[in-house]
């Protein structure tokens, strides 16, 4: 039976071989695809009308139709389209272990309009808050990305602020609920970090991503021991950089990395917004079983809309067979930042 992977990929390939605005329907629908929250065969089983599904309209709907009446070879995805997980497989995934959900847990990767969110600090901490998680991490970008706004020095601080202020209502108003006061900042290609070190030491987190030469083809192995190695970083952002259809993401020996995140005691990210996953199933079932300790959830959420994300890194986890011990989400906040605290301060040699 055709999955809602295959039927994707089967609605790509006829939009680039169908012309105008027919293509464009069946290249939106494809990307939609990854969204359904059920797989499209169970729709027709239950007697439903495929045009349920997001990007589906009466043609569209025909063509999937056929295709599940009688099932075509499925084309092999590119590989920037390969080793994603659909929203039906999340379910599929969360809804055979209903813990994950249910579980307390936090946030730790999301974005507000103090860089290139579309939604102002205090709507994204009441929205993860009134969807029940148990804190959040505000991540925005720092300063060297002015793509995505970084945030300069000055402007962090001011962040800060108004997040001490936020925990202070919910401190008064008996509320658990809390903000972690924490940025995604840019790695550079030797590793060093882009915010000075006095600025990074007032925060419970700190992220690093690579947001530079991303389609280079040269062994990054160094770029990342690096990176892992700089004392005021605890979580390794996005780690390999894919973005479905646009890029594979970055090379390296991921057994030395993650062998080094493991001698360090630093946490890698499970980017959950669905057009990263990154680290996928595979990457993260291999860095379990090289022996890293520690792993982080981020829905990446740029709009409250988004938080929705974090159950993809949910299932993505739970398919890696990664305990919910050894994810920091599922830990008490007070955990994360004593975990955090307790991280060297000065660079990590080479031992």
Known sequence: MLTNADIGELLWAAGRDEPGH?????ERASRAARFWPEEAHQLVDGGRSLTELRAVG?????KIHGWLDDPPPVPEPEETRSGFLTYAEVRRTLNADPRWEADPCGDLQVHTTF???SQPLPDMVEEARSRGRSYVAITDHSQTLTIANGMTSDE????GEVIDAIDRRFEEDGDPFRVLRSIEVDVFADGTLDMDDASLAGLDLVLGA????????????ERYVAALRQPRLHILAHPKARMYGRRVGLVADWRRVFAEAARLGKALELDATVWRQDLNVEMAGLARAEGVRWFSIGSDAHSASELEFLSFGMATAALARIPRERILNYRPIEFVRSWAQAMPATLHDRS
């Open 22 to 26: 027919r293509g464009r329907a069946l």
């Open 58 to 62: 009466p043609w569209v709907a025909a």
């Open 115 to 117: 860089s290139d969110g």
């Open 156 to 159: 962090l601080a001011d962040e």
């Open 210 to 221: 690579f947001h530079s030469k991303l389609r280079s083809t040269a062994d990054e192995t």
